[in-house]
């Protein structure tokens, strides 16, 4: 029989996770599998978690938000780590689970990954780090970061709100430069993003992102008028597949650089989490990731 090694983490998201776990064994068992669970908690080292991994196993089965996720590919990829993984949705944004087209309930998702074949998908890589959905910096793209655990849990997205309009204040400008092989821009910048997946905390910015076609989606909001580019953020909401609210910068590329004056003033994002520092150069690359229940 072969192994399937389960990282879950029992504190994303609203805990939904502990409410399946009997499920997961036994649709796991029903398929010839035999699941080696591994529990993430708030203080336990993941260094280890795949000391265990030899040729007896399957895939790994993954269940947390995308923070969560993006830790256990960058030690896939450290460990060069090349099983498929399956991505159960269990945090509050969800954004890669969703990405790959996984639905939101556990039941669905597992059913999808057990009948599936395993599909490879891009990776972003910032400075050496993996990223799986979205690097960023600038206005609130750091509220994932500062929001604590317990308000994720208890308020879900709310959270997320509550956090960013406390930071406000508190906000600078970046004076940016980013640089690609057919595209230059310096001047301010209220926020830009990275993607190689589509949404931000489920809102879909990056409408035309693919995530098999070996370039990353850059959106720069400059930041000259100030309070007029604030006004056209809702209209990236909107589902249009072709085009960007005027004012908005977006192109593709496979690899850019990038940095800003007084680097230390800024903090990163990579999915959620604290990203490099700057001077940093980003890269798009290609069929990295073997992904199970993504059609």
Known sequence: MKKVKFIYNPFSGEKEILKYLDYIIHAYQKKGFVIIP???????????????IDETYDHI???????????????MKELNIDLPIG??????????????????????????ILNSEPSTIDLGKANGKYFINIFSCGLFTDVSQKTPTEYKNTFGKLAYYFTGIKE?????????????????????SIIFFVFNGRTAGNLRLAHDSTVDDGLLDILIIPGDNFLEK?????????????SYPKGIIHFKADEIEIDVKNPDEYITDVDGEEGPKFPIKITCEKNSLKVLGWV
């Open 230 to 242: 604030l006004s056209i953020l809702p209209h990236l909401l909107t589902k249009n597949p072709v």
């Open 38 to 52: 591994y529990r993430l908690s708030f203080d336990s080292d993941i260094t280890n978690i795949f000391d265990d």
């Open 168 to 188: 406000l204040p508190k906000f600078k400008m970046l004076d940016l430069k980013i640089k690609a092989k057919d595209f230059v821009y310096e001047g301010t």
């Open 87 to 112: 991505v159960i949705p269990g945090g509050t944004a969800n954004d890669f689970a969703h990405l790959i087209g996984m639905p939101q309930s556990i039941r669905y998702s597992i059913d999808m």
């Open 61 to 75: 089965l993954a269940s947390g938000g995308d923070g969560t996720i993006n830790q256990i590919v960058n030690l």
